[in-house]
């Protein structure tokens, strides 16, 4: 999408997520001419703390600040709305990504706002339709779509601009989420179990404490489907296969959208 004259008072909000995806997706809509705010839905309390380096290396690259907005009714912190709320995660959703991200994110939009959300190509049937169906109104701009970026692309992007990328997605992590995110299943929380052992017993007594359960196990036995809830306490260490971490490449579309952002940042150091 070109901007014009006439279009650039069209406020865009670019939400950041202190993933690679947010990341470029905010760049590309920065060097798109759009009169763009850059948001971030705080969760740092939670989140590893390299997040807050990967925050301050985006906000340079981008050449603004990241507007930093939160839910202070839950103090910013996770462990907070689920002892408020009595709720971990159901089959709509987490209920920490209710109030720490939507109500915040949906508080701070106006009517008439472009939306950037940064999810790859990859994700586009996904997570657009999902949410154009959760919020018909919002007029999104999938720019990573519309580039045929995907994470993987996103990720190379990111190093290829000098940035290191966040710790989590060295340690193997598909995803920047906050550490033990309870939309995880059963081989996601093993990993955390050996990976952030303190943040795993954490999240274990809060499952006691509420009388919840994250992780499940799933089975057919004689044509019948099998569910059972299984608490962290006794998740067994084979359960799940959370699998290793994606490979970081970039191919031909990457590679134009990369040097499209290298020849807009050498043209703004000649100005």
Known sequence: MVFTKATTMIRVVAWFSCGAASAVAAKLAIQSGANVVVAYCDTFKREHPDNRRFFADCQRWFGQEILV??????????????????????????????????????????????????????????????????????????????????????????????????????????????????????????????????????????????????????????????LERVPLDRLPPDLGNYGSEPDISCGVICQSAALEIEDCDRGELLR
């Open 69 to 226: 907005l939160g839910n202070d009714e839950y103090e910013r912190d996770t462990d907070v709305v689920f002892r408020k709320t009595r709720f971990l995660v159901g089959p709509k959703g987490a209920r920490c990504t209710a109030e720490l991200k939507r109500k915040v994110r949906l508080g701070f939009q106006r009517p008439d706002d472009r939306v950037v959300i940064g999810y790859g190509a990859e994700e586009y049937e996904r997570r657009h339709k999902a949410l154009q169906e959760a919020e018909p109104l919002v007029d999104f701009w999938p720019i990573l779509y519309e580039r045929g970026l995907t994470h993987d692309d996103c990720v190379a992007i990111v190093e290829r601009a000098g940035i290191e990328i966040p710790a989590m997605y060295k340690l193997g992590y598909r995803n920047n989420n906050c550490i033990g995110c309870v939309k995880g299943q059963a081989g996601y929380w093993n990993k955390i179990k050996v990976d952030f052992p303190e943040r795993f017993a954490e999240m274990a007594a809060i499952e006691r404490e509420l009388g919840r359960v994250i992780c499940k196990r799933e089975w057919v036995e004689d044509g019948v489907r099998h």
